[in-house]
């Protein structure tokens, strides 16, 4: 009964992909809409985004440093492993799991008190796709999300950089050596890609969730944990997916 419950879930989230799309709401209302969303979900998460990517690049870079006890290996490693680790993971998956946190929640209740207060049925009633006009604009928002990213990418390495020069774990020149050392450019490819994938789906499930939740108030609170259950479950699936695909 469970397998069953969650293949019909599955197959009612792809429908509403459809549905988002049918009946668009007009641009000058669709406008405000985007421009209201990019305000809430990018623009209000750049704080905590920074200030978790500078700190964790640090301790990524110190981990790393004392890490390295044998004095045959070169301390330009120091620069090269912060690089991969934040390019290659940190930046795209752990700060979008943050992000399922945030966002997700963020998102998950303001549809979730929308369908408890009625809201959703009074646009039914006046001829509006409550699924365009809810769920179409945080899309489009979340098309910016590989900026966040970039800034993630770029504040983890400073960040690693500041810790190990003044920590006094490796010179400036050894770090930055490091950072260039055997760059692929696809790299940044395969980050950008699989953060574009992790957009779509913060968009997409916690708006589900709050969407289609049942009941009150109370419940508006149990929506947004399994929205970001499965956000999260949803995100670390894709990551192995597109890892495997992408890089092997």
């Known amino acids: 009964m469970m397998l069953i419950r969650y293949l019909s879930q599955i197959g009612r989230y792809f429908l509403m992909w459809k549905e988002i799309f049918n009946k668009p709401t007009k641009w000058s209302v669709m406008r405000t809409l985007i421009f209201k969303e990019i305000d809430d979900l990018i623009i209000d998460s750049l704080g905590i985004v920074c200030f978790i990517s500078f700190f964790v690049g640090g301790v990524v870079s110190i981990q790393t440093a004392l890490n390295l006890t044998n004095?045959?290996?070169?301390?330009?490693?120091?620069?090269?492993?912060?690089?991969?680790?934040?390019?290659?993971?940190?930046?795209?998956?752990?700060?979008?799991?943050?992000?399922?946190?945030?966002?997700?929640?963020?998102?998950?209740?303001?549809?979730?008190?929308?369908?408890?207060?009625?809201?959703?049925?009074?646009?039914?009633?006046?001829?509006?796709?409550?699924?365009?006009?809810?769920?179409?604009?945080?899309?489009i928002a979340l098309l910016l999300y590989p900026f966040v990213i970039g800034i993630a990418m770029f504040l983890g390495i400073f960040g690693g950089w500041i810790a190990a020069v003044y920590g006094g774990f490796a010179s400036s020149n050894d770090f930055i050596t490091g950072i260039q050392q055997e760059f692929i450019p696809f790299h940044i490819a395969y980050a950008f890609i699989k953060t574009f994938a992790f957009a779509l789906i913060l968009a997409t499930i916690p708006s589900f969730h709050g969407y289609y939740m049942k009941g009150g108030a109370l419940e508006v609170g149990k929506a947004s944990t399994v929205s970001f259950v499965w956000t999260a479950v949803t995100i670390i699936l894709v990551n192995y997916i597109l890892t495997q695909l992408l890089l092997t």
């Open 71 to 139: 004095p045959l290996i070169p301390k330009y490693l120091i620069g090269f492993a912060t690089r991969q680790s934040v390019i290659l993971e940190f930046a795209p998956t752990f700060i979008s799991i943050i992000m399922a946190g945030k966002m997700g929640s963020f998102i998950t209740s303001s549809i979730g008190t929308m369908r408890v207060t009625e809201q959703i049925d009074a646009l039914e009633v006046m001829g509006v796709n409550s699924l365009n006009y809810l769920v179409f604009p945080k899309i």
